[in-house]
């Protein structure tokens, strides 16, 4: 007896559970536009030390010829997605010296690096941010952005121990294409 009335207990509870009415359907939208998803936030920096406003742009002993650029005018640094005003003249010769100087006609060639620390795809993808930013300040100067191909290393060529030398690990080089 007491463990029929356990069972019958137990079957009521059972049933009552599962008597239960369905969910009511999900309402239709109320808007025809869809609202597009909000921008993706870049991706803070994850190693101290790993600034873009840190980085050096390389240029190519060949390419400084060839364009008139100096040796004081081949390294400069540049801040990820802002050129600093007194780098765009460099740029300018570079995207004058490609669209109509003696290299016209040739790829830009432009190679992110990172400095050793952190993993090998985040550097990867950070070289490649640092490529493309400096590929966007040259394509405002006039060089058609077709012209200029980017490209990362990431950490593979580091060779920095301290922050001086990962400060020359983070860079771009320029060079020209194929």
């Not at 869809?34 to 742009?57: F, N, R």
């Amino acid at each position: 007896m007491k463990y029929a009335a356990a069972i019958v207990l137990f079957s009521t509870a059972f049933a009552a559970g599962c008597a239960s009415d369905p969910p009511p359907a999900p309402a239709a939208p109320t808007s025809v536009a869809a609202t597009p998803p909000p921008p993706a936030q870049p991706k803070a920096l994850e190693k101290p030390g790993d600034d873009p406003s840190k980085s050096q742009i390389n240029i190519s002993d060949e390419i400084r010829r060839a364009c008139g650029i100096t040796d004081t005018e081949a390294f400069f640094a540049y801040d990820s997605a802002n050129v600093r005003a007194q780098d765009r003249s460099v740029l300018k010769k570079l995207a004058d010296c490609f669209s109509t100087g003696p290299l016209k006609g040739r790829e830009l060639r432009l190679v992110g690096h990172a400095d050793p620390r952190g993993d090998d795809e985040y550097n990867m993808v950070l070289g490649g941010r640092r490529a493309d930013n400096v590929k966007t300040g040259i394509a405002a100067q006039g060089l058609s952005a077709a012209k200029i191909a980017t490209t990362s290393r990431g950490k593979l060529d580091a060779t920095g121990s301290d922050e001086s030398s990962w400060a020359k690990d983070r860079r771009v080089d320029v060079v020209l294409g194929k």
